[in-house]
């Protein structure tokens, strides 16, 4: 028969000097695993941290963005300006043209109160020649008058837009329509004052 194998018993002191060591590697990697969890807690705030920096620097380089664009406007805007007031103008000339031409409601209101002050002042019973001139006469100068100034209004309106540097292409035709009736309405007007078109009429003797 063969003998029965005799099982090693370790040694005591064998199995007390290991022990320590596994339990100290074993320790190890309980500090290890847990400096690894500080450093990814610490690591997340940090990219927190560079997404809300970046964000901020986006923030700043939009804001610079628009007031470049905004200056880059206002400096086209000064360049090139619109014309808006030399347009307009340039209408209301030609408008004050058209009125010196035909007449205007404030000239009639003016020969109206000419004609009253012509029939207050010639008293009772005026002669022929009295009423033509303070009743007929003073009313058509004073609408001459009033006419010849809202042609020269337009005259140099017109004058003036011509003058201007900026303008679109299409008021300069219209300004210088203005001028040309405000300059006609002035040459009428003044006609008409001096009695030059059409004389007052007189009573025969």
Not at 28 to 34: G, H, V
Not at 82 to 101: D, E, M, Q, R
Not at 162 to 169: F, T, V
Request: with cysteine; aromatic share 4%; hydrophobic share 45%.
């Amino acid at each position: 028969m063969n003998p029965t194998p005799k099982t090693q018993t370790p040694d005591p002191d064998t199995a007390e000097a290991l022990t320590p060591e596994v339990t100290l590697t074993k320790a190890e990697s309980k500090d290890e695993s847990r400096a690894g969890s500080a450093e990814e807690r610490d690591a997340v705030p940090a990219a927190g941290e560079d997404t809300a920096v970046a964000d901020e620097l986006d923030g700043q380089d939009d804001d610079l963005d628009d007031d470049l664009a905004d200056d880059d406007l206002d400096d086209l805007l000064a360049r090139h300006p619109s014309g808006l007031g030399a347009a307009a103008t340039a209408i209301v000339s030609v408008c004050l043209g058209i009125v010196a031409l035909t007449g205007t409601w404030t000239g009639r209101v003016v020969a109206e109160r000419e004609t009253l002050v012509g029939q207050i002042t010639s008293g009772q019973s005026p002669t022929p020649a009295q009423q033509i001139s303070e009743m007929y006469g003073d009313a058509w100068h004073a609408t001459a008058a009033v006419n010849g100034v809202v042609a020269l209004l337009a005259l140099l309106i017109g004058a003036i837009v011509l003058a201007l540097p900026q303008r679109a292409s299409w008021v300069r035709p219209v300004a210088v329509a203005g001028a040309v009736l405000g300059f006609l309405g002035l040459l009428v007007s003044i006609g008409m004052y001096f009695d030059l078109f059409v004389a007052l009429p007189s009573v025969a003797a």
